[in-house]
C-alpha cells in the first residue's frame, strides 16, 4: 500500500551545501544528479538562488547561486523524470535574475520564510507562480514561531497565496512526534487546498521518524537527503525514507551506491549527523549556530561547558 | 509534567559486550557505574549470567558471566540509588549458580527469550523471583514472532508469571511508530498486572522515536545506552531519553561527561551505530549477523551487492 500523492524532494546539495560554502564540485553534483533520477526520487535541490550582489562568488560556489546555465550543466545528458528545484531566501533574490519558467531548467522554486516575513514571501512564491514556477512557502524555525501568529500566516497563505505545498520545517530539531502531530493537523485544518509538506532535522536523531509521523497524518510533501547529509545534525535519510515508503516507482539501489562511493569518502572530510553538541541545541531549542561555533574551537567534545552555556543564559 | 512510573534501564555494558566479547575493564565500567549513578537513572544492567561451562572466560570477558564478587567490586565505593541488573538467557545459565537476593549485589534478573521459549522463561524467572529478585521477561525478535504465538505466550506469562515488567525487544530494529504502538497495545491489554517495556534498535534511527512512541502509549520500562552503544545499530541513545524526560530526578550531565571522556574515544576503536548495512537488515526485519559479517569483511562498504544478497534469497 502507498500513497500516490506523496512526493519526495532530496535537497542533498541545496542542504550539504551549508556545510561548505556550496562548494561541491561539477562531478559529484552530476553523480548525485544521476543517481536521484535513478532512484525514481520526485524532486532534487541543487541549492539557492542568491543575488551575487549579496554573496561573492569568491567565496562561494555555483550552488549558492543557482544559475541557469550550470543547472543546464548537471542536466545535460541524463534522463531523468526528476524535476529540479531551487529555494531562495525572503530578500536575498533578485526577482529579475529569474526568468519565466520556459526558458529556465528549474520546475520548481521554494521560498524559505520566518513567520514574521509571511507577506513578502507570498508576494514573492506568487512571482515565480505567475511566472510558471511550481511554487511552495517554507516555514522556518517552526518550533519557535507556533501560536497566533503561525495561525494567521497560515490562513493568509490559504487565502492569498499560489502555492501547492507549505513546509513545516523544524530548523532547530527539536520537535517530537507529537508537536509533529500537532503541526500537520493544524497546518492541514487551515491549508484546505494546498498539500502540506515536512523538513526535519536530525538532532535528536528524529528526522526520520518525525517524517513518518508527518506521512501519518497526511503530510505529503517529504524533504530527504542522502546519507543524511544537511548543516549541524543534518536531515532526513533519503535511504530510510525511500525503504519506508512503498511506492514501486523508487529504487533504493542508486541511493545506496551514491553512499558507497561518494558519501562515505565526503563524510571524512566535512562533518554532519549525530553530534552531541547538535542534540544539546535541539533539546533546549536553540539555533545550531553555538554548536557549529563550538566544534569549530578546541572545546569541541566538551559538552558539560556548552550544555551549561545554553541553561545558565539568565534573563 | 512526567509520569514517575518511568524506569529508565541504563544496559550500556551489557549490551555494548556483546561488540568486544564483554571485555570492557574494571576502570571503564566503574567510570560508567558512577556516571549512571550520578545521573539518577533507575537501573543498570551489567552483562550476562552465563554458566561458565558454555563460555570460556579465556575468551569472554568478566562482563559475560557476572559474578557477583566482580560486581560488588564496581559497587564499592559509590553512593549510589541505581540498582544493578543482569541477564541471562534461556538455557544459558545454571540456575544453583544464582545466590538468594539477600546474599547478591544484584536486584534485577531480566531472562531473554523468543516467543518459542516462554514456558522454559517463565520457569527461570519464577525461579529468579522466588529467590527475592525482580524479575523480567524480555521477547525478543519480536517483529519476527507477533501473531497467534504471542498472544498465547502473553496469556501466560500474565497467568503463570511473577514478572514485573515484560519487554517489547526489537531485535531487528525493524519497527516503526505504527507497529510499535499496535504491539504496546496489545501487551498493554493482556498484561493487565504487569509493566510493559520497550528495547528498541538503531538501524534505522528510529530507536528514540519509537521508544517515545512506546512511552506516549504507556509503556514504563525503557532501555537505553550512552552514546547509543551496543552490537550492531546499537540502542536508544540514553542522553536522548533523559533529555526528554521531565522527571527532575534525571541528571543528564553526567552523561554528557561520559559522552566527553569515555564513549568518544572507544567509538574509534570499537564500532557501533547508523550504519548501512544495519539499516537494510533492519529495513527488510533481518537479524543482523549478515550485516556484521559484511562488516568484517573487504566488501563493508559494498552496500548494493549486500541487498541484493537480502532480497534474492529465492524460496
Redesign the interface.
Known amino acids: 500500500m502507498y500513497r500516490p500523492q506523496i512526493k519526495v524532494l532530496d535537497c542533498t546539495i541545496r542542504d550539504g551545501g551549508l556545510i561548505n560554502n556550496h562548494l561541491f564540485d561539477h562531478r559529484f553534483v552530476k553523480e548525485v544528479y544521476k543517481g536521484i533520477s535513478a532512484s525514481g526520487v520526485d524532486y532534487i535541490e541543487l541549492g539557492y538562488k542568491n543575488s551575487k550582489s549579496l554573496f561573492s562568488p569568491k567565496e562561494y560556489g555555483a550552488w549558492k547561486f543557482c544559475e541557469d546555465d550550470e543547472i543546464k550543466k548537471i542536466k545535460e545528458g541524463v534522463e531523468s523524470n526528476t524535476k529540479v528545484a531551487v529555494m531562495v531566501d525572503v530578500g536575498r533574490v533578485n526577482l529579475d535574475d529569474v526568468k519565466p519558467k520556459a526558458e529556465s531548467p528549474v520546475d520548481m522554486i521554494r521560498t524559505a520564510t520566518y513567520v514574521k516575513d509571511i507577506d513578502k514571501a507570498i508576494h514573492m512564491a506568487n512571482h515565480f507562480a505567475d511566472k510558471g514556477y511550481e511554487a511552495t512557502l517554507n516555514i522556518m524555525a517552526i518550533s519557535r514561531d507556533r501560536g497566533s501568529a503561525l495561525t494567521e500566516a497560515l490562513h493568509q497563505i490559504e487565502k492569498e497565496s499560489k502555492v501547492i505545498a507549505v513546509y513545516i520545517v523544524d530548523s532547530f530539531g527539536t520537535l ?3 508537536t509533529t502531530e500537532e503541526l500537520v493537523k493544524e497546518f492541514r485544518s487551515i491549508l484546505k487546498t494546498r498539500e502540506v509538506g515536512f523538513h526535519g532535522h ?1 538532532n ?7 517524517t ?2 508527518a506521512i ?1 497524518h497526511n503530510a505529503n510533501y517529504l524533504d530527504a537527503t542522502v ?2 547529509i544537511g548543516r549541524a545534525a543534518g536531515n532526513c ?1 533519503l ?2 525514507l525511500v ?2 515508503l512503498k511506492n514501486p516507482k523508487f529504487d ?2 542508486p541511493i ?2 551514491l ?2 562511493k561518494e558519501f ?1 569518502p565526503l563524510r571524512n572530510e566535512i562533518e554532519w ?2 553530534i ?1 553538541p547538535y ?2 541545541a535541539g ?1 533546549m531549542g536553540e539555533h545550531p549556530r553555538a554548536a557549529m561555533a563550538l566544534r569549530n574551537s578546541d572545546k569541541k ?4 561547558e556548552f ?2 552555556s545554553l541553561t545558565n543564559t539568565g534573563l
Chains 1, 2 share one sequence.
Open positions: 517530537y512526534q507529537e536530525n535528536q536523531q528524529l528526522a526520520f521518524g518525525n513518518i509521523e501519518i546519507y543524511g535519510p535511504e530510510l525503504g519506508f533504493i539501489r545506496l551506491d553512499i558507497s562515505i549527523g549525530y552531541i542534540a544539546i533539546m567534545e566538551n559538552y558539560r550544555y551549561e
